[in-house]
């Protein structure tokens, strides 16, 4: 089953605005992660959020993570038509030891406008 | 940094074939993944090595599939016989410390099987 699922599953701007993106997931993490994937190419990793943290910057990325919704968003500013793409939270589940994997949702397509 | 190195980037093969792709990951790196994307079921874990030992293979669909690392620096998928259904973009990932940290994904092999 999914860990994590985002929400919505395509989303359409105009470039300037501002985009919000959701992930929910199950189950406790160590960490969450945003990535990014153009059409053709491999996932990117955008940022990592740990879960003793609630937000994190990067540029014009801010992620926020609430673990007792278990819930996180992405937001871009300012957006432009380079960022558009699939975005995809990947969550790990807690466990002892180092070893534990990855689970990516389905990706939310956007959409930016020139 | 050539990143993660993929190839073929794209196969064509008939039902019945062997195909085996391959990955070379970023040196230093001690853990390598598999994925496996279609639009029905996103990104699949295939199965995960560290230090050349396989973790985790609770993804490998079959036992058409099979994933070797002879050593640190190359990893092969084959699907032996290949079918129509394992048409996909299949991703080779590798991390530095744990399998929950950043994942650096190759360019993705694109798969049809006729």
């Known amino acids: 089953s999914q860990q994590g699922e985002e929400d919505p599953q395509a989303l359409s701007i105009q470039e300037g605005e501002n985009a919000t993106m959701n992930c929910s997931y199950k189950?406790?993490?160590?960490?969450l992660q945003w990535y990014r994937q153009n059409s053709g190419r491999g996932l990117v990793h955008l940022i990592l959020?740990?879960?003793?943290?609630r937000e994190k910057h990067s540029g014009r990325l801010r992620v926020t993570l609430d673990t007792s919704k278990k819930s996180s968003s992405l937001l871009i500013t300012a957006s432009r038509a380079a960022d558009t793409a699939s975005y995809f939270c990947?969550?790990?589940?807690?466990?002892?030891?180092?070893?534990?994997?990855?689970?990516f949702g389905k990706g939310i397509t956007l959409s930016v406008r020139p | 940094d050539a990143g993660v190195i993929q190839s073929p980037r794209h196969e064509v093969t008939e039902m019945g074939q062997e195909v085996t792709l391959r990955c070379k990951p970023i040196?230093?790196?001690?853990?390598l993944f598999w994925y496996r994307q279609t639009m029905m079921r996103g990104l699949e874990l295939l199965i995960y090595?560290?230090?050349?030992?396989?973790?985790?293979d609770s993804g490998m669909p079959e036992d058409r599939f099979s994933a070797k690392m002879p050593n640190a620096s190359f990893s092969t998928l084959k699907i032996q016989p290949s079918e129509p259904r394992d048409s996909a973009v299949y991703f080779c990932?590798?991390?530095?410390?744990?399998?929950?940290?950043?994942?650096?994904f190759g360019p993705g092999t694109r798969l049809l099987v006729l």
């Open positions: 990932a590798s991390s530095f410390y744990t399998s929950q940290e950043t994942q650096y």
């Open positions: 189950t406790s993490i160590n960490n």
């Open positions: 959020i740990r879960s003793n943290e």
């Open positions: 990947a969550t790990d589940a807690r466990r002892t030891g180092a070893n534990s994997k990855l689970t």
């Open positions: 040196s230093g790196h001690d853990y």
């Open positions: 090595f560290n230090n050349n030992v396989p973790i985790d």
